[in-house]
């Protein structure tokens, strides 16, 4: 007490207030705890299905567990628990990665092939947001794992402390509960469709990634048996494309051009007029086209898997059968172009660093973002925007006089995610190095757009963008297009989820354009649908059977397509 007779605070009433608060405090490690292993045990491994329902279940897993560490002595209990713990959190880290892999690439990552995504996420952060920021993005993930394994194991260790101070409430409570999870199972309970009451799914989740582990493990044989057998490995170049002799074609691949462009009513009226104009366009220029669909084999990224599929009639869905495939010696279409005496060459804006596989495709030449002499600046991702891509081309190889029959592999990339800003088409005559795009460059959007809360405007920006590459595109056919040129052209995959939707599947749109009607007159057996556009009803294709159906066309009629 103070000499003004006022009461003095003193360290016992200090102690009095901590002592108050600690059971609370307690009660709320215990709770965030018990809510850390609930979610671990019933969260589904996709955004979008995390929904209040999502989690009114009760986990077979967890009453089983309970029912263990009430039956253990004190110390196994202890070990179990630091077990259960690591488990559990590794669980969530693969869920969590599993999310990213469902908004960006449509499906689950894979425990075994899927690793180098990593570091192709790390190059799309630091080509679009620096590269401290890559470096902060990866030592956040880092660190984000670490503390989920540490705080995982926590948590069930203090719920299993809890459980031995009140052993026989819990031993009633696990006893309930599994009645009542027997009850929801025999009369499949579910408070939304797809999540029953009666839940197992830490245990189908588990067993399911394990056994997918098991089949990638076991890829590598399957592929090699594929890849043993090749109708044209033998074939001599003077018995090939006989029907394209004399003729320069492009193989022209438009980033993340996927059916949902042509077909989404939020998306295709734009696009659709677009193709509709330049059929109309291409037609008064003496061009002709047929068009169609083919299943790519990834989703939303992994545009290299898609052309290799198409170039070496395989089915490319992973980094692992990728590398396999650039270390064979496996017939590409490039090849067999070369193999009939055509000139190669590749035009990859894209390829920012070396590129060693570019042997194995065929090219004589290749021309990436260093030797295609751009002036100007990046949109975003794109190095470059696709008519100076085009024009380069052009400059660099078509134009050339007197030039051999030429085969060109094309890539388009300024309708790469994240789809902002983008380029506006511009007269020909002056595109020049590039610099003149300097007034159009802005900033673009971020990286994480792809996880934006907007999709409407995402995916109004990626409409806007597949527009501008095929205008680009047609209006190069247009202005520099001959009678022996044929194009090729298609989308490499879908794009995100995002703009998608779930359960877009894996359709891209393929369209062949040529002025000679002969060329057309070759694939009359495909089904194609006349111009630039296919309808829904259009012919569907898996994208490794195209460099067989495309050789045998334009070929020898011996070996028969896939």
């Not at 590794?90 to 894979?110: E, H, T, W």
């Not at 189908?204 to 076991?218: A, C, E, F, H, I």
């Not at 077909?263 to 003496?286: C, H, Q, Y």
Request: glycine share 8%.
């Amino acid at each position: 007490m103070t000499t003004d007779g006022e009461l003095q605070p003193t360290l016992g009433d200090d102690a009095a207030k901590q002592r108050r608060w600690r059971p609370v405090v307690a009660w709320l490690l215990t709770a965030l705890a018990f809510l850390f292993v609930f979610f671990a045990l019933v969260a589904p491994n996709q955004l979008n299905l995390l929904t209040f329902g999502a989690f009114v279940r009760i986990p077979l897993e967890g009453l089983i567990g309970v029912a263990l560490m009430l039956v253990l002595p004190e110390k196994a209990r202890r070990v179990v628990a630091v077990i259960a713990g690591v488990v559990l959190g590794v669980i969530v880290i693969v869920k969590v990665v599993d999310m990213g892999f469902y908004v960006s690439l449509a499906r689950p990552f894979d425990l075994v092939l899927d690793w180098s995504f990593f570091g192709n996420g790390m190059d799309y952060l630091d080509e679009t947001a620096g590269h401290a920021a890559s470096i902060a993005a990866v030592i956040g993930a880092v660190l984000v794992a670490i503390a989920v394994l540490v705080l995982m194991t926590l948590a069930v260790r203090r719920l299993t402390r809890l459980l031995g101070r009140h052993h026989t409430a819990a031993t009633r409570a696990t006893a309930a509960f599994g009645a009542l999870w027997a009850v929801c199972a025999l009369f499949g309970a579910q408070f939304v469709a797809g999540a029953p009451i009666a839940s197992t799914s830490a245990a189908t989740y588990t067993y399911d990634r394990t056994r997918q582990v098991g089949v990638s493990l076991k890829d590598h044989e399957e592929f090699a048996a594929q890849a043993s057998v090749d109708a044209f490995r033998n074939t001599p170049g003077s018995d090939m494309l006989t029907a394209l002799r004399g003729k320069d074609v492009m193989l022209t691949f438009v980033e993340s051009y996927g059916r949902v462009a042509i077909e989404d009513p939020a998306i295709s009226p734009g696009v659709d007029a677009v193709l509709t104009a330049g059929n109309d366009r291409l037609r008064k220029a003496g061009f002709q086209a047929r068009s169609g669909f083919l299943t790519s084999p990834t989703s939303g990224g992994g545009s290299w898997l898609a052309h290799s599929t198409l170039q070496s009639g395989l089915w490319i869905d992973n980094q692992q059968r990728y590398e396999n495939l650039v270390a064979s010696d496996r017939l590409t279409l490039t090849n067999a172009f070369k193999r009939a005496t055509w000139q190669t060459a590749a035009v990859v804006p894209g390829v920012v660093r070396a590129w060693p596989e570019g042997k194995f495709f065929g090219y004589d030449r290749i021309y990436a973002d260093e030797n295609l002499g751009y002036r100007g600046p990046n949109f975003s991702w794109a190095t470059m925007s696709d008519q100076y891509a085009l024009s380069a081309f052009e400059r660099l190889e078509h134009s050339k006089p007197g030039h051999p029959p030429l085969m060109t592999e094309l890539n388009l990339v300024s309708s790469h995610a994240p789809w902002s800003p983008i380029p506006q088409l511009i007269d020909w005559n002056a595109v020049g190095d590039g610099s003149i795009f300097d007034t159009m460059s802005a900033p673009g959007a971020p990286p994480e757009s792809i996880l934006s809360s907007n999709p409407t405007k995402v995916r109004s920006d990626y409409g806007k963008s597949v527009e501008y590459s095929l205008n680009a595109l047609i209006s190069y056919v247009e202005t520099y297009g001959d009678d022996n040129l044929v194009l090729v052209f298609l989308g490499d995959h879908q794009p995100a989820p995002i703009v998608t939707g779930d359960n877009a599947g894996h359709d891209v749109p393929i369209t062949i354009v040529a002025h000679d009607p002969a060329v057309l007159d070759r694939i009359t057996s495909w089904g194609w649908q006349e111009g630039l556009k296919p309808n829904p009803q259009a012919p569907v294709w898996p994208m490794d059977t195209f460099r067989d159906r495309f050789l045998t066309a334009f070929g020898p009629q011996v070996p028969a397509p896939r």
